[in-house]
């Protein structure tokens, strides 16, 4: 399968503990990007990478979130000291940069619940 | 900033009814627009798009048209199926110059029985 891949798939932490989450785009893909969807609620924008550099971020990513692509392939997002306010589905895609039009695609997200 | 409004669900029809969702938008220039579509358990897919006015995007027979001057790009099917029954959302994607992010409605829940 050479879709968007994510892990964990599910993740229960207690507050104030540190997830982190991994992204595996669709290979050959330079631009990655990091959603987060709520209950009820569509996808909001959280960052995205061209290649390893970070080129935007929401103002919904507070100090405690930080996302990584060392190395323009795989992604990372780190939340540090969870609030039970981060219980969301987060969601990466990825897309080929080729003007306009770059479909992005979804991963199947990482659950993540904070008691 | 930009923003989606879409019709509010559950939206619960019969096998074989027609299907409309309403789906508006607020952006500056000239966005893309795009209907994704998630199944129970699965990753949201890009179910059907349009990148400028007057644009109709269809896919698996639903269609939607890319109405600049109504702001709406609402999504039809004339006959649905159980299998259709799924979570819909309309984004948008700003036009060049602007970011790259998609921006979502809600979502609307379909439910079709038989």
């Known amino acids: 399968d050479t879709g968007v891949s994510q892990d964990p798939r599910h993740k229960i932490t207690k507050r104030g503990q540190n997830v982190t989450f991994r992204c595996d785009p669709i290979s050959e893909h330079n631009r990655l990007y990091w959603y987060r969807q709520t209950l009820g609620q569509g996808p909001e924008f959280l960052t995205y990478?061209?290649?390893?550099?970070?080129?935007?971020k929401s103002r919904l990513l507070s100090d405690r979130f930080s996302a990584e692509r060392p190395k323009g392939s795989f992604s990372t997002l780190e939340i540090q000291r969870t609030e039970q306010g981060d219980s969301a589905m987060y969601l990466c895609?990825?897309?080929?940069?080729?003007?306009?039009?770059?479909?992005?695609?979804f991963g199947p997200g990482t659950r993540l619940t904070v008691l | 900033g930009d923003s989606v409004t879409q019709m509010e669900g559950p939206v619960t029809l019969s096998e074989e009814a027609f299907l409309t969702i309403n789906c508006t938008y607020t952006a500056t220039g000239y966005p893309s627009l795009f209907w994704y579509v998630q199944y129970p358990g699965e990753g949201l897919q890009l179910l059907l798009k349009?990148?400028?006015?007057?644009d109709k995007g269809s896919n698996k027979g639903f269609e939607a048209t890319y109405r600049k001057e109504t702001t709406s790009f609402h999504l039809e099917k004339g006959s649905v199926q159980v299998s259709d029954s799924a979570v819909y959302f309309c984004a948008l994607r700003g036009g060049p110059g602007t970011a790259s992010k998609l921006t979502f409605g809600t979502g609307t829940r379909l439910q079709v029985t038989l």
């Open positions: 349009a990148t400028k006015a007057d």
């Open positions: 895609a990825s897309s080929l940069d080729r003007g306009r039009w770059n479909e992005q695609f």
């Open positions: 990478f061209q290649n390893e550099a970070q080129l935007e």
